[in-house]
């Protein structure tokens, strides 16, 4: 799995976007781009995925560089409840079962 | 909703002590994963099973072994708990139709004295 790089820590104003960037600069062709988060005493919980066109769901939007070496989570507008550890993943999907490997994420803090 | 339940939010153990983590998925998913999170390290594979029966090691399965019996269980063993095993452990599934998702319980800190 490639490896991705997440900056420790951010913070943003409640009711802004919130712009969570990542770099995946060895990522191969058929790597996809997952992101998660985990709220405090909470298991991960899965937010989107991508390969390589943006993709947009209820929770956020990932927009993927068109050369895919980096991507950046965007929580359109940020509340207090968005506080967590985000974390980006690249890996193969796989068919049958295959281990995601976390890093240390970014922690974000919305505040008032 | 897929649910995934942990058998206990916290755990204290005493060194030595034979420890068994429960999970339970109520969605029919054919795999399921053992995690422990440590600060600094991030999540790291212990153990997951794709079939009832079958088993796989991950990153760090030293220490623990595990059982899956039924489909919808999966058990994390620590057959003498050390100190070193002091951790939050996480259980998770998918199906196999659907690779991009897991599916995460709420955790079990684990302590061992």
């Known amino acids: 799995d490639a490896k991705t790089t997440q900056p420790p820590s951010m913070d943003c104003a409640e009711g802004r976007a919130a712009n969570l960037p990542c770099n995946h600069s060895t990522i191969s062709g058929n790597e996809y781009v997952y992101w998660y988060r985990q709220i405090h005493s909470q298991g991960p919980q899965y937010i989107i995925h991508?390969?390589?066109n943006n993709e947009t769901n209820e929770m956020a939007s990932l927009i993927i560089t068109e050369d895919r070496k980096s991507s950046t989570l965007i929580l359109p507008h940020a509340t207090l409840r968005d506080t967590a550890v985000y974390y980006c993943?690249?890996?193969?999907?796989?068919?049958?079962?295959?281990?995601?490997?976390f890093g240390t994420g970014t922690r974000l803090q919305v505040t008032l | 909703d897929v649910k995934v339940t942990q058998s206990s939010r916290y755990l204290v153990k005493r060194t030595g002590e034979k420890v068994f983590l429960e999970c339970v998925q109520d969605?029919?998913?054919?795999?399921m994963f053992w995690y422990r999170q440590d600060p600094g390290l991030g999540l790291r594979l212990i153990y997951f099973?794709?079939?009832?029966?079958?088993?796989e090691k991950g990153d760090i399965p030293e220490g623990y072994s595990v059982s899956r019996e039924k489909k919808e269980r999966f058990s994390l063993i620590l057959e003498s708990a050390s100190t070193n095993q002091t951790s939050m452990y996480l259980c998770a599934s998918n199906p196999d139709r659907d690779p991009y998702e897991q599916y995460f319980g709420p955790g079990t800190r684990l302590t061992v004295t």
């Open positions: 969605m029919d998913h054919e795999n």
């Open positions: 991508g390969l390589k």
């Open positions: 993943i690249v890996r193969v999907p796989a068919g049958t079962a295959s281990k995601l490997t």
């Open positions: 099973s794709y079939d009832v029966k079958m088993k």
